[in-house]
């Protein structure tokens, strides 16, 4: 089983767009941390944690990247790809983090009154340019983990749009704040929360599928097309799964016992050939057994 041509190009495009992304979030974190100490927002706070989360999730997404890159070998012979989701997993682990504290700091705030908010113009100038570098991320990590059929990408991208919808609502909540409802600032930050796990929830639901070996293809829609080649008597033992970009199948066909075995190697190929213009695959394994 050969690595498909390009993945090797395909991993060095993800880690570049992910430290181009790693400086930008580097970027948008060192602003916030001014604002939230200038402002003493507790939501501006929670934003800044989160933006600290996401400095965090490229750093382990590089170094995840480069183990998923690897080209299959004796221990992983379906290759590393599952290592990209169990990324995409890690990510979901610090959102949890970051709802948690963005709560716990919100409801006290709520309960104690806390320190008043005192955003300027310039803290809400600042925070408007974090939101314009953020929805720039989501736009061009979205594109690039579509192009590129990357799990982490998109759970990154995930995690940038709740950054987004955060600071957003931050902008609102300091906005108000200066209009005199010194509420807003911890009522927004639990409705963040909301928002965040809702986030959460899309990203495990997109892992899962891949980690517990989910069938990429139908098994009834592989079988008619292998019956259409001509020389296949039957189709059985079908089983496809998802690892990252890739995607496999195997089943084995039976062909005339009377077939030599260079004809039933030339039917098996023959199958094999229509993996991707039928399904998409990139690596089929078709055995021939005489029947």
Same mark, same amino acid.
């Given at each position: 089983?050969?690595?498909?041509?390009?993945?090797?190009?395909?991993? &060095?495009?993800?880690?570049?767009?992910?430290?181009?992304?790693?400086?930008?979030?580097?970027?948008?974190?060192?602003?916030?941390?001014?604002?939230?100490?200038?402002?003493?927002?507790?939501?501006?706070?929670?934003?800044?944690?989160?933006?600290?989360?996401?400095?965090?999730?490229?750093?382990?997404?590089?170094?995840?990247?480069?183990?998923?890159?690897?080209?299959?070998?004796?221990?992983?012979?379906?290759?590393?790809?599952?290592?990209?989701?169990?990324?995409?997993?890690?990510?979901?682990?610090?959102?949890?983090?970051?709802?948690?504290?963005?709560?716990?700091?919100?409801?006290?705030?709520?309960?104690?009154?806390?320190?008043?908010?005192?955003?300027?113009?310039?803290?809400?100038?600042?925070?408007?340019?974090?939101?314009?570098?953020?929805?720039?991320?989501?736009?061009?990590?979205?594109?690039?983990?579509? &192009?590129?059929?990357?799990?982490?990408?998109?759970?990154?991208?995930?995690?940038?749009?709740?950054?987004?919808?955060?600071?957003?609502?931050?902008?609102?909540?300091?906005?108000?704040?200066?209009?005199?409802?010194?509420?807003?600032?911890?009522?927004?930050?639990?409705?963040?929360?909301?928002?965040?796990?809702?986030?959460?929830?899309?990203?495990?639901?997109?892992?899962?599928?891949?980690?517990?070996?989910?069938?990429?293809?139908?098994?009834?829609?592989?079988?008619?097309?292998?019956?259409?080649?001509?020389?296949?008597?039957?189709?059985?033992?079908?089983?496809?799964? &998802?690892?990252?970009?890739?995607?496999?199948?195997?089943?084995?066909?039976?062909?005339?016992?009377?077939?030599?075995?260079?004809?039933?190697?030339?039917?098996?190929?023959?199958?094999?050939?229509?993996?991707?213009?039928?399904?998409?695959?990139?690596?089929?394994?078709?055995?021939?057994?005489? &029947?």
């Amino acid at each position: 089983m050969v690595p498909v041509a390009g993945s090797e190009t395909r991993t &060095r495009t993800i880690r570049r767009v992910l430290a181009g992304i790693l400086v930008a979030n580097i970027l948008v974190l060192l602003t916030k941390a001014v604002v939230s100490v200038r402002s003493g927002s507790l939501a501006v706070l929670g934003d800044t944690i989160h933006s600290f989360i996401d400095a965090g999730n490229n750093i382990i997404a590089l170094a995840v990247i480069r183990v998923a890159g690897k080209a299959p070998d004796d221990d992983h012979p379906y290759g590393h790809g599952k290592f990209e989701t169990l990324g995409a997993l890690v990510v979901v682990v610090f959102l949890s983090a970051s709802i948690l504290e963005l709560m716990r700091g919100a409801i006290s705030r709520l309960i104690t009154g806390g320190t008043p908010v005192a955003p300027t113009t310039t803290d809400l100038a600042l925070m408007g340019a974090t939101l314009v570098v953020n929805l720039w991320v989501v736009w061009y990590e979205t594109g690039a983990g579509h &192009r590129l059929q990357s799990e982490i990408l998109l759970a990154d991208a995930a995690h940038t749009r709740a950054d987004v919808i955060i600071t957003v609502a931050v902008i609102g909540g300091l906005v108000l704040t200066r209009a005199g409802y010194p509420w807003a600032d911890p009522v927004l930050a639990l409705v963040v929360s909301a928002m965040i796990v809702r986030i959460g929830v899309a990203i495990v639901r997109r892992s899962i599928p891949s980690l517990v070996d989910e069938a990429v293809v139908g098994r009834e829609a592989v079988r008619r097309a292998a019956m259409r080649i001509s020389g296949v008597r039957s189709v059985s033992d079908i089983r496809s799964r &998802r690892a990252a970009d890739q995607r496999f199948a195997e089943l084995t066909i039976g062909v005339d016992g009377h077939e030599d075995v260079a004809t039933a190697h030339r039917i098996a190929d023959q199958v094999e050939a229509r993996r991707h213009p039928d399904f998409g695959l990139d690596h089929v394994v078709v055995p021939a057994q005489p &029947r």
